[in-house]
């Protein structure tokens, strides 16, 4: 997992409320398709017209967000599917961080294993970053900094972030989550055994 | 300390705290299917890691696989390669696969329970977000990406945070023509699409407790579309019953020690929710969606609704958006809106009742012409056993196509797929932009409002429909 400390760059504005995983990345490029190919389907219903010709007026196909590490999303981002293809996309389209009012839980579950950041920051905040960003879109920068847990918008704004505590050391270090709680497994296997006489009919073969 | 029924299934299987807010879970069923799980099964194998507990996985492929009468994993090609990867996986690991053709092969959600592979009480995960349908039988389970589903492969647990609990009572009895699919869309439409996030959803009330095992999974399907990862209903004896005698479910002195425990799963009468609704049934008209969230539902006697009645500025252009994408005006009445398609499937509403409910309408009718209608069976055991009551005469003969079971149009990961710009009444769960296809325009309802629609051409109340 790549870790993540700082990112700093343009911060795509796409402020719609409830952006599904469906649009995010279609199901048909989840099969037969590598993660890495993924990135090049990230929003394709929005990004390319009928005749697959790029749709100039959606916000990743202008500059400067065209490569942007960052987006501006509305509330409930990442619901529907649990497909982790939908970050697969987004990280395969160079976004390392989407700050948005709240996320699906499956979706944000899905980026912190995969070093993407789900940053939660009030609606109202989320729109004055966009404001900030439309205002000046080639110079407007916007720093993630997971080490302060604040986000610092274009007119210096800084905005402090909530994380858990154990999320935010595993994506600074990029750890994988496997091999911590293999670290686990006396204990697992000890509930294990308890759990064969308590529950014996959950315990097939 | 009175305690929810959510406590009490977390307190089940918390093995302990692992950092930060979360517990370390113990995971006690995991469902693999074409996509998802044979990704985990494939990342398993690359990382190197073992798969200490292979019975406790259950395996079936369901989403990209066609189907066409007759079909075998080659069918869709581009499939094939997600089917070869799960038996290959599934056989690696001595995993128990439910094959195409083979007894027991479904969609996930439907073969699960219907095979006693889910029970009550258990916690179950799927890398697949209607993983929450298990609930319906008072399982704690929840849908996960493929790197969570290949951490529980390797491990037998997951790390997760313990949602807030949330309880939806539907108080009273639900009108004629009124199903479990109206009842859960018409939550949606009140609450809000993101409503739940961050909540396990327990659904209860009297017109519940009414409610028929199938129809509580249909209940709990719909839970994610209300943003919550769980949802579930308090197992009681019309479970249990349904329960009993199932492939994989306890016997003898083992079921009753089974059944006095499932008894104490529910939640306090004094046990406080961190959120509580309250629903009238008495007030739930059958529902049908009218955009491109399942948060845009109306009752089918209603009309489209406006944007500038939109609540705020953000949701007026995404109501804007919403009615371009399907077609529709607003201010008009749903119902008479025409239609190219109907889709009777999914793991919402596949399962015998589903098809018995749309039967019943569709004995001695026709599909209107003009109008494309597939039924897929949620699982080779509902194709059969609706086969064996002539349900499937009744649909061919009304001029329906009668599939092999699978996801087909409710996803389109499969080739099928209902053309861009054709109007589709489906019984599936997700009206997104391009769910059915590129550019297909997708209306959710209930089995019975789905077969009215296929007689009609046109999007239709039920209740004036008499069967």
């Known amino acids: 997992m790549t870790p993540f400390t700082t990112v700093t760059g343009p911060a795509a504005p796409l402020l719609r409320p409830n952006i599904d995983t469906d649009v995010i990345i279609r199901v048909e490029r989840l099969v037969g398709t590598t993660r890495a190919e993924m990135g090049a389907h990230a929003f394709e219903v929005w990004r390319r017209r009928a005749d697959g010709s790029e749709d100039p007026e959606f916000v990743l196909n202008r500059e400067p967000f065209r490569r942007a590490p960052i987006l501006l999303a509305g509330p409930n981002f990442g619901c529907g599917s649990s497909r982790e293809g939908a970050v697969w996309a987004l990280a395969g389209a160079g976004i390392r961080a989407v700050i948005a009012p709240s996320f699906s839980d499956i979706f944000a579950a899905n980026a912190l294993q995969n070093g993407l950041l789900p940053v939660v920051l009030p609606e109202a905040t989320v729109r004055r970053l966009a404001a900030a960003v439309e205002r000046a879109p080639s110079e407007a920068l916007v720093t993630v900094d997971l080490e302060r847990c604040v986000v610092v918008g274009p007119e210096g704004d800084v905005h402090r972030f909530e994380i858990d505590p154990a999320r935010r050391e595993a994506l600074l270090a990029g750890l994988d989550d496997i091999g911590l709680t293999l670290r686990e497994a006396g204990a697992i296997a000890a509930w294990q055994e308890r759990d064969r006489a308590a529950r014996p009919w959950v315990w097939l073969a | ?467």
């Open chain 2, 1 to 467: 300390m009175p305690a929810t029924l959510l406590d009490r299934l977390w307190a089940l299987h918390r093995i302990g705290p692992a950092g930060g807010g979360q517990d370390l879970i113990h995971i006690d069923r995991i469902l693999l299917h074409d996509l998802s799980g044979a990704r985990a099964l494939t990342e398993v194998a690359e990382k190197g890691y073992a798969i200490p507990n292979p019975g406790l996985a259950f395996a079936t492929p369901d989403h990209a696989v066609s189907s066409a009468p007759g079909r075998t994993a080659e069918t869709f090609a581009k499939g094939a390669g997600g089917v070869k990867a799960l038996r290959e996986g599934a056989a690696r690991h001595g995993i128990r696969l439910f094959d195409l053709g083979e007894d027991g092969q479904g969609i996930v959600h439907v073969m699960g329970p219907e095979l006693g592979i889910v029970l009550p009480g258990l916690s179950v995960i799927c890398g697949d977000s209607h993983t929450c349908t298990n609930g319906g039988l008072g399982a704690l389970a929840f849908g996960v990406g493929s790197s969570e589903l290949a951490h529980a492969l390797a491990t037998q647990t997951l790390r997760v945070a313990k949602p807030r609990s949330m309880r939806i009572r539907f108080e009273g009895a639900f009108p004629a023509g009124t199903t479990a699919k109206d009842a859960v869309l018409a939550a949606i439409g009140r609450l809000g699409a993101g409503a739940g996030a961050g909540y396990a959803v327990e659904w209860a009330g009297s017109a519940v407790r009414a409610l028929p095992v199938e129809a509580r999974l249909t209940l709990c399907n719909l839970t994610i579309e209300l943003g919550a990862r769980i949802g579930f209903v308090a197992p009681d004896e019309r479970v249990f019953e349904w329960v009993a005698g199932r492939d994989l479910a306890p016997k003898g002195e083992m079921w009753e020690r089974a059944v006095a425990h499932w008894r104490t799963l529910r939640s306090d009468d004094d046990a406080v929710f961190d959120a509580e609704q309250v629903i009238d049934a008495g007030t739930v008209a059958p529902q049908v969606t009218w955009g491109t969230s399942p948060e845009h539902v109306i009752p089918v006697d209603a009309t489209i609704p406006d944007p500038k009645d939109a609540p705020d500025a953000t949701r007026r252009r995404a109501w804007e958006e919403a009615l371009a994408y399907q077609g529709l005006e607003p201010g008009r009445p749903i119902a008479g809106t025409p239609i190219d398609w109907v889709f009777i499937g999914s793991c919402t509403n596949a399962r015998l009742s589903d098809l018995r409910e749309a039967a019943a309408l569709l004995r001695g009718r026709r599909v209107a012409a003009g109008v494309t209608a597939w039924v897929v069976p949620g699982s080779v055991r509902v194709k059969r056993e609706a086969e064996a009551e002539g349900l499937d005469r009744v649909f061919t003969e009304a001029g329906f196509a009668w599939r092999e079971p699978g996801c087909s149009l409710c996803v389109a990961a499969n080739g099928e797929a209902v053309p861009p710009g054709a109007r589709c009444v489906s019984t599936s769960n997700r009206n997104f932009v391009g769910r059915q296809g590129r550019g297909a325009r997708t209306h959710l309802a209930s089995p019975a409002m789905a077969a009215a629609a296929a007689v009609a051409g046109r999007i239709v109340d039920v209740r004036s429909f008499a069967p």
